[in-house]
């Protein structure tokens, strides 16, 4: 079983910076590919970034493209995502996700480990 924290939500002004993590814990962080997802309200559930096991191959959804950058440190066992320029429509709750030996980019597929979600609001 795998345990997903995120952190380093909050609220920031549109144009403004945050970077989330998301500490695993509990299996061989190295085994897993690693997402973040995003949810705003009444909205669906969007892929937002990926990254492979050896952190190697980074993929980004349309709309985070050139002002988000996922990275992670499996010394720490932690995945981040650093947010740049941001915009009021990045507002949502951000989910970190984990697969064994994968990278699922779609939220409509099973992933085997979601985090609990951290709240980013960005002010206009």
């Known amino acids: 079983q795998v345990q997903l924290v995120e952190s380093g939500g909050g609220l920031v002004q549109a144009g403004g910076s945050l970077r989330l993590s998301c500490a695993a814990s509990?299996?061989?962080?190295?085994?897993?590919?690693m997402e973040w997802f995003r949810q705003a309200l009444g909205k669906e559930r969007e892929f937002v970034a990926a990254?492979?096991?050896?952190?190697?191959?980074?993929y980004y959804g349309d709309s985070v493209k050139g002002r988000f950058t996922i990275s992670r440190d499996n010394g720490k066992n932690t995945v981040y995502l650093q947010m740049n320029s941001l915009k009021p429509e990045d507002t949502a709750v951000y989910y970190c996700?984990?697969?064994?030996?994968?990278?699922?980019?779609?939220?409509?597929?099973?992933?085997?480990?979601w985090g609990q979600g951290t709240q980013v609001t960005v002010s206009s």
């Open positions: 996700a984990a697969d064994n030996f994968s990278i699922r980019m779609s939220a409509k597929v099973t992933h085997d480990y």
């Open positions: 509990g299996r061989t962080f190295s085994n897993l590919g």
């Open positions: 990254i492979s096991r050896n952190g190697e191959r980074t």
